[in-house]
């Protein structure tokens, strides 16, 4: 996946640069409302039970301050990202035991395969394990601080 | 959307889910990307307790239908099953099924008025 394309993902709309929940399943409520509330998703419930049922499977908290929640829903048209942020953090049962401060919510369609996400998942992944990335990342205020880390030259 | 509906596509969720962990291709790229798989008892044990709340019936069909497609419960969009894509007849739209479970001509999906 180009990097362009990547950075495609990131509307205005699906970014959060101020999470104000500081626990796991109420962070979790925060980025699906916000998805709600622009039109991206067409049930609440059903993305809040899938998500749920996802992290009874092992956390998506990965550790160094980042988390995947992902997964598939009847409930969403098309691939979706939604980042998110938290200044203070949030206690996400990651791998690490550290608090996590920036979310990738990944949505897929259930009627596409898991590779539809996959890919993507993949790609993001690769970019948190550059230091210098998931440090500007950790630090990204705006939106245009995203694009231009995702979107970047930058390794 | 009535309740049992509701429930169907939670069920249809899961079941992707498990699907997914049981399949080696996507269990082992999720774990080389680092995620853990460790819960798949406890996904197996929801979908018990999920599936014991929906009526025989309506479960038996959507097990049927599981077996074959990926989605076996949709909602109707632009006049469409979206599993086969066949346009719906007409009658599908009136109130008398607005609330109702309907069931594609075509390729037998369920199909609910969102």
Do not use: W
Not at chain 2, 7 to 36: C, P, R, Y
């Amino acid at each position: 996946m180009e990097s362009r394309k990547l950075a495609s993902f990131f509307e205005e709309d699906l970014c959060i640069f101020g999470l104000r929940s500081k626990k796991k399943i109420s962070v979790l409520q925060e980025m699906v409302r916000h998805l709600a509330s622009v039109g991206r998703i067409s049930d609440e419930r059903f993305i809040m039970e899938m998500l749920k049922n996802r992290e009874s499977l092992g956390s998506t908290g990965l550790g160094m301050g980042v988390a995947f929640p992902h997964g598939r829903s009847l409930a969403i048209k098309e691939l979706t990202v939604l980042f998110a942020r938290s200044t203070g953090g949030v206690e996400f049962e990651a791998q690490d035991g550290k608090q996590t401060n920036i979310f990738f919510l990944i949505l897929a369609p259930s009627d596409k395969g898991a590779d539809t996400y996959l890919a993507l998942l993949s790609e993001l992944i690769s970019i948190i394990q550059k230091p210098k990335k998931l440090d500007s990342l950790l630090a990204a205020k705006d939106h245009a601080s995203l694009i231009s880390i995702l979107g970047g030259e930058e390794s | 959307m009535r309740e049992e509906f509701r429930l169907l596509v939670g069920l249809q969720d899961l079941d992707i889910m498990i699907k997914e962990v049981k399949d080696k291709h996507t269990a082992n790229e999720l774990k080389s990307m680092g995620f853990k798989l460790t819960g798949l008892e406890e996904l197996q044990e929801a979908r018990k307790h999920l599936a014991a709340k929906i009526p025989t019936s309506l479960l038996n069909r959507y097990e049927k239908l599981a077996a074959h497609y990926t989605v076996a419960i949709l909602p109707v969009t632009s006049n469409k099953c979206l599993g086969c894509f066949v346009k719906l007849p007409t009658s599908f739209f009136s109130s008398a099924y607005s609330h109702e479970l309907l069931t594609c001509e075509s390729c037998g999906r369920l199909l609910y008025i969102p």
